[in-house]
């Protein structure tokens, strides 16, 4: 089933559900099974994100959002705490400015996401157990709050301003296209965070943030395999494959944001010694597969084009393994030789 196919279905499931711009909406519906996980995400700057109040930065933000529109966008990311980065003459009082579950910092955002048809990542002030977080609600198609990431390393200045850090475990978010992850601004300074995100399965994993990261960014996707967004209030916003290529990047011509195409259909491998099964690949899959390796790193990924072909199907087939899983084998052998 097409992209769009899938989006027109969730669009007609979801009229009646439009007026109901609150947090506590039922769960998600069922989606049609996606056999070809390509994914549109857009994300933004901070650009145009203004106004005398937070209110009046939210409608700023929803206007933004438009920008996306064009390309039918799967999910939204925006820029951290960007309701009250962009308040002239300074930010308000953190209690002031938090989401409590009643909806009135992030409803606009569940309204938009019911009309649109798409998940938002809302990076606000959030009130939780009584102790206040710079967090990022991830919004379901329907409006319904699939979850909430704390901030796990907030700055001493945030933390001095009231801001607790999350707690050290960062949860997964399942969504109708995969499974994606968060971390926020000063996070990208430590690994752990990130690492454990892959470990839980995180298939890719948005990084809004008050400063653009750089080669960070790209490092992170590096590293871990799974592409990294990152949604900023100055500087550079940017889209990053799983090589750390950039899909998309922000600049004088788009100072809104992008959006870009994400395939999910792919799988990183240690080059050797599972290139001796690349040919025969080819040969039966043709044009539905795409191999392409980094020579000097001895990386290959192995690509699927095709709505019929599944990766994981083509792993098992040829009897290859995933990047983790190789470095996996080899650590067992080595401990075999210290224990």
């Known amino acids: 089933m097409k992209i769009n196919s899938r989006r027109d279905f969730l669009k007609k499931s979801t009229l009646g559900a439009s007026a109901l711009g609150v947090v506590g909406l039922p769960a998600a519906i069922a ?5 070809k996980r390509e994914v549109w995400v857009a994300t933004l700057t901070q650009y145009g994100m203004e106004g005398k109040n937070y209110q009046e930065v939210i409608q700023a933000a929803l206007k933004q959002m438009e920008n996306a529109l064009p390309w039918s966008p799967d999910i939204i990311c925006l820029p951290e705490v960007f309701h009250v980065a962009g308040v002239k003459g300074g930010r308000p009082a953190v209690e002031e400015a938090a989401e409590d579950g009643s909806g009135r910092i992030i409803g606009p955002f ?14 606000v002030y959030a009130k939780e ?18 979850g909430t990431y704390h901030k796990i390393r907030p700055t001493t200045g945030e933390m001095e301003n009231g801001l607790a850090p999350g ?13 994606i992850g968060i971390q926020t601004c000063f996070d990208i300074e430590w690994s752990d965070g990130w690492r454990r995100l892959r470990e839980k399965g995180a298939e890719m994993v948005f990084w809004p943030s008050a400063f653009p990261g750089g080669k960070m960014v790209n490092t992170m996707a590096w590293l871990n395999k799974f592409p990294v967004i990152s949604s900023t209030r100055k500087g550079t916003t940017k889209i990053c494959d799983i090589t750390g290529e950039e899909l998309a990047v922000s600049g004088s011509y788009s100072r809104w944001g992008v959006c870009a195409r994400i395939n999910l259909e792919k799988a990183f491998l240690h080059t050797y010694p599972y290139n001796r099964q690349f040919p025969a690949i080819q040969q039966k899959y043709g044009k539905k597969v795409k191999i392409y ?11 699927s084009l095709s709505p019929d072909v599944k990766v994981a199907d083509i792993m098992k087939e040829f009897g290859l393994k995933t990047h983790e899983e190789h470095m996996q084998i080899a650590e067992i052998a080595q401990k075999k030789f210290w224990s």
């Open 110 to 123: 569940q309204k938009f996401a019911i009309k649109h048809n798409c998940y938002v990542i809302c990076p």
């Open 293 to 303: 390796t980094l020579h000097e790193e001895e990386f290959s990924i192995i690509e």
């Open 31 to 35: 989606v049609p099974n996606q056999n």
């Open 129 to 146: 157990n009584g102790l206040h977080h710079n967090s990022a609600f991830v919004i379901g198609r329907r409006g319904e709050v699939v």
């Open 167 to 179: 707690p050290l475990d960062p949860p997964v978010f399942k969504t109708d296209f995969g499974t």
